[in-house]
């Protein structure tokens, strides 16, 4: 087991899955065992629950690996070729056990508090919904995706490439609530969501609450959302309200969101100030390390993995910049030596929202490596290799992501 | 009972859906059982079956009207605020049963014949796969969505707004498949395609199959689709081939398509000849008088339907134009008098995709009648009223499609 912050994993045990207010306040028997299990490292194999946790048994499982309770990812094989991705077949990862699922039993009831404005209010989910609305269509994916690819065995979910979907939001622009209450007060430089999620008594929250700060750059896209793919925000991914930063790691999408402050600083929560930080292996995290924040240009083959046909075969695979919009798709069958431009499939749903792309390719017999590379409008592009860091966070290079097809 | 083709209205008992072929072909005594049967008039709200049909049992049955076993129509208040509409909310009606479920079983395996190009073939949806592949978002909408509001009591499923969705379609474009059959022959004027539904012995195929002709110029956009919003294209909407026309009435878009041809003429069958025909109340329909192709422009709230509150109300809707995309979308909330710019919401999915919208309106105490009105970019407007016709088809009048919403 590694010396790292426990928070960046998550409870593992399936006991632990959607409980009740009471059972996670019964007492600090209760509650140590509770935070004892937020420190163990990731199961094995062996261990794999294998069916769908309560909070999450809507879920296609067929579509899903289960890595534990609170991480759940898309085979890659599942990921289709779709602009956007099915809520059975999205990803879940919770840093902390859900809230009971009884909050979404009235959404327009959920109330978030916020602060850093002029005039700080409580607002309710249904006054929300009258102060404005947008719908944006982003790629939500977990810092930690693509980790598995890490030779050095980076701590956390192994996440290959399905901790990543393109969801359709809707809900209020960030900007208008600010706007709405007066506007920030002076020398604000973070927008800070905190998650409503029960905290177990006897440890200091800060070890444990979900409250992440954002640049207030992220004031031209964030959003209150209620929706998802134009249903009600699910509990599962953090209905009634979840805090949407569009082109942002999941992480800063804050779930089942109570505040919202403009701050001056980063809070001090530690999966803030020394979680979700880039540095070497063997490190320790500090808030002097990049965070996670706005995600990379990345790509990957989805279809097809394993074997091919002699002849004409499409090649498709999902594309996104992250927040800058995507330029190109290249696509090589020999390992990375020859690339071929690919085709955008489907429309564009904006900056913010990932891309399929095909490309046509006729195979002869044997083993071909397919590799995707895809290059913002900003010129920047996928690296050929991996970005050691010790939490395997934003890995975007190429070969990795790659597959081996084989052709009878 | 009206004297009107019967095909038009499909068959309306329940004991009719998703028959086995055995069922259908037992001999003369049962065919003719099942063909007395597409002669009833429409079910009385007595007679509604309320349980969704075997084919299509995998529907959200709270998001639907249940007109008869082959015609399901969308609850005005589930359409949504999305732009793409979820499958098992999307609307069904069908022209005839459908083919046994089991033609979904091996997708890849079904034949569809194209005719009327230099090199004719049969090809199975494997084949088409790797011909070419594109993703268009398009309104589906049946002809007579909207009948219910003709006063003159249009024959047919009596339909509200609920008969249309925006869907993702995935296929081959049909102009890579003429293409690669060496193209079309001389003089063809015609893209004529044929439902791959069983029919009963002992009548005039031509009576009762469906096979329907568009124009040529529908080449620069139709597709042969295997895939609906991301799935494998459902038995219960065409699967596992059918022909989508972007833009035109859904009749057009034959489903479990198993022959595409190129003509010089518009096919003889009565769903061309006679059916799907724009003409005055009274007339018999007959192969000069306009058929159902393109959609014209057209609109409709979807939120608030029946109460609003004091204050501040958020009016959504959606709307689309057809083959031209859309303008502009206007709101009124005193029946027509004035009116006001409504905002899109969400990403715009191209010219065949429609746009939710939304306005925002301070409302007082009392009735409120709300009416949209969408403009398309070559100009045309959705009329105040309707354009009366014998079967209730293409009705875009903005006058009828309002809702009144009263405050208290």
Chains 1, 2 share one sequence.
């Not at 999205?90 to 979404?104: D, G, K, W, Y």
């Not at 939001?169 to 999620?197: C, K, N, Q, S």
């Not at 999408?253 to 530690?270: C, F, G, S």
């Amino acid at each position: 087991m590694k010396t790292e912050t426990t928070l960046e994993r998550g409870p593992n045990d399936p006991g632990l899955a959607n409980p009740s207010r009471r059972s996670i306040l019964i007492g600090s028997a209760g509650a140590m065992a509770a935070v004892s299990l937020l420190g163990f490292s990731r199961l094995s194999a062996a261990e794999e629950p294998k069916s769908l946790p309560d909070y999450a048994v809507w879920k296609e499982r067929s579509a899903l690996i289960i890595h534990s309770t609170n991480t759940m990812e898309t085979q890659r094989g599942a990921i289709g070729n779709g602009v956007i991705t099915a809520s059975d077949r999205l990803f879940v990862r919770n840093n902390l056990p859900a809230p009971p699922a009884s909050v979404t039993d009235n959404p327009d009831a959920w109330e978030v508090r916020v602060e850093g404005v002029k005039n700080p209010r409580t607002l309710t989910v249904g006054e929300l919904k009258s102060m404005g609305v947008t719908t944006v269509a982003s790629v939500l994916q977990c810092s930690g995706n693509g980790r598995a690819f890490f030779p050095h065995g980076a701590s956390g979910t192994q996440w290959s490439v399905g901790a990543a979907g393109c969801v359709m939001w809707t809900g209020v622009p960030l900007r208008d609530v600010v706007d709405a209450l007066g506007g920030a007060v002076d020398g604000v430089r973070y927008i800070t969501g905190t998650g409503g999620e029960s905290l177990p008594d006897g440890v200091d929250p800060k070890s444990i609450m979900v409250e992440r700060s954002i640049p207030t750059r992220a004031l031209d896209s964030a959003l209150l959302a209620w929706a998802m793919n134009d249903e009600p925000l699910p509990h599962t991914h953090g209905g009634p309200l979840r805090l949407v930063v569009p082109g942002y790691y999941g992480v800063n999408n804050v779930k089942y969101v109570k505040q919202i402050a403009l701050t001056e600083n980063q809070t001090d929560a530690k999966i803030q100030a020394s979680g979700y930080r880039v540095r070497d292996v063997g490190m320790k995290g500090s808030p002097d390390q990049p965070s996670m924040w706005e995600m990379n240009v990345k790509s990957w083959v989805t279809s097809p993995l394993e074997s091919g046909r002699k002849g004409r075969n499409m090649i498709y695979g999902v594309a996104f910049g992250g927040t800058v919009a995507l330029d190109k798709v290249e696509v090589s069958t020999d390992g990375g030596k020859n690339w071929k431009p690919a085709r955008f499939l489907g429309p564009d749903l904006g900056p913010f929202a990932w891309r399929p792309f095909v490309m046509a390719v006729d195979f002869g017999p044997g083993e071909h490596r397919i590799v995707s590379k895809a290059t913002d409008v900003e010129g920047n592009s996928q690296p050929e290799g991996r970005i050691d860091n010790e939490r395997g966070y934003g890995h975007n290079g190429w070969s990795d992501h790659g597959v081996t097809v084989t052709v009878g």
